[in-house]
C-alpha cells in the first residue's frame, strides 16, 4: 500500500532557487496539508486543501504556494528558496474534513531540504 | 485557538521502567487529542486518540493516555519500557486544525 507519498526525499537548493516538493496519495482523501519540522518546535501547518480547488493558509506560509488540480496531488512550491526553509517537510493526509473531527493524519516519510 | 505543550524535549528512562510522557493543551471547544510517534528518518505513526467516551484510551505497542479536562491533560505512559520505544514523541490536539506540541525524545537505556 502506498499510502502518501513524497518526492524527493532529500534535495539541496541554493538561495533565490525554486523548486517543487511533490506529494500524492492513494486513499481518496479529500484533506491534505503541509508542514514542515524543525528541532524543539514540533511540526507546523504551513498550507492545507480540504479538497481539490480549495487552499488556505496554515500557521507559517510565507514563502510556499499550493495547489490542488485533483484530489491525489497537492505540490508544494518554493518560489524563492531562503535558508530560513532549510528544513523537513511532511505531507499529510486525512479522509474528512480539515483533519479535525475527522481524527487520524496519515503521513508521508518527509522531505529534506537544505538551502545554501 | 488550540495549542500543546510537551513538558520536557527529552526524557530518558531504564528498560523495564515507567514511561511517563506529558502533554498539556488549550483548546475553546473540546478537543481531539493524539499522540503520535516518530522514528528515525519516518513519517509520524499515530500510537492512540482521544475523541469522546472513555478518558483512558490504549494504544499500539501498549502504550496509553488519559484525558483529564480538570487538568488539560493527555499524558502517554507505558509500564514498562522496552528498547524498541526510543523514538520521538509527539502530542497534537484539534478543533479545526491539528497543532502538535514541540515533541519528545525518548531515551531507553539498557
Known amino acids: 500500500n502506498a499510502g502518501v507519498t513524497q518526492t524527493p526525499k532529500f534535495q539541496v537548493l541554493k538561495t533565490g532557487q525554486s523548486m517543487t516538493l511533490q506529494c500524492a496519495q492513494d486513499?481518496?482523501?479529500?484533506?491534505m496539508s503541509w508542514y514542515r519540522q524543525d528541532p524543539g518546535m514540533g511540526l507546523r501547518l504551513i498550507h492545507y486543501?480540504?479538497?481539490?480547488?480549495?487552499?488556505d493558509q496554515g500557521e507559517v506560509p510565507n514563502g510556499y504556494n499550493v495547489s490542488r488540480s485533483t484530489t491525489e496531488d497537492f505540490p508544494l512550491r518554493l518560489l524563492s528558496a531562503a535558508p530560513s526553509q532549510t528544513s523537513v517537510y511532511f505531507c499529510?493526509?486525512?479522509?474528512?474534513?480539515?483533519?479535525?473531527?475527522?481524527?487520524?493524519?496519515?503521513f508521508g516519510e518527509g522531505s529534506r531540504l537544505t538551502v545554501l | 485557538a488550540q495549542s500543546v505543550t510537551q513538558l520536557g524535549s527529552h526524557v530518558s528512562v531504564s528498560e523495564g521502567a515507567l514511561v511517563l510522557l506529558r502533554c498539556n493543551y488549550s483548546?475553546?471547544?473540546?478537543?481531539?487529542l493524539f499522540w503520535y510517534v516518530q522514528y528515525p528518518n519516518q513519517g509520524l505513526q499515530l500510537l492512540l486518540k482521544?475523541?469522546?467516551?472513555?478518558?483512558l484510551v490504549k494504544g499500539i505497542n501498549g502504550f496509553e493516555a488519559e484525558f483529564k479536562k480538570s487538568e488539560t491533560s493527555f499524558h502517554l505512559t507505558k509500564p514498562s519500557a522496552h528498547m524498541s520505544d526510543a523514538a520521538e514523541y509527539f502530542c497534537?490536539?484539534?478543533?479545526?486544525?491539528?497543532?502538535f506540541g514541540a515533541g519528545t525524545r525518548l531515551t531507553v537505556k539498557p
Open positions: 483548546s475553546s471547544v473540546p478537543p481531539y
Open positions: 499529510a493526509s486525512s479522509p474528512l474534513g480539515r483533519g479535525s473531527k475527522s481524527g487520524e493524519l496519515f
Open positions: 486513499m481518496n482523501h479529500e484533506y
Open positions: 497534537a490536539v484539534t478543533s479545526l486544525d491539528m497543532r
Open positions: 482521544y475523541t469522546t467516551g472513555a478518558t
Open positions: 486543501s480540504v479538497g481539490a480547488g480549495i487552499t
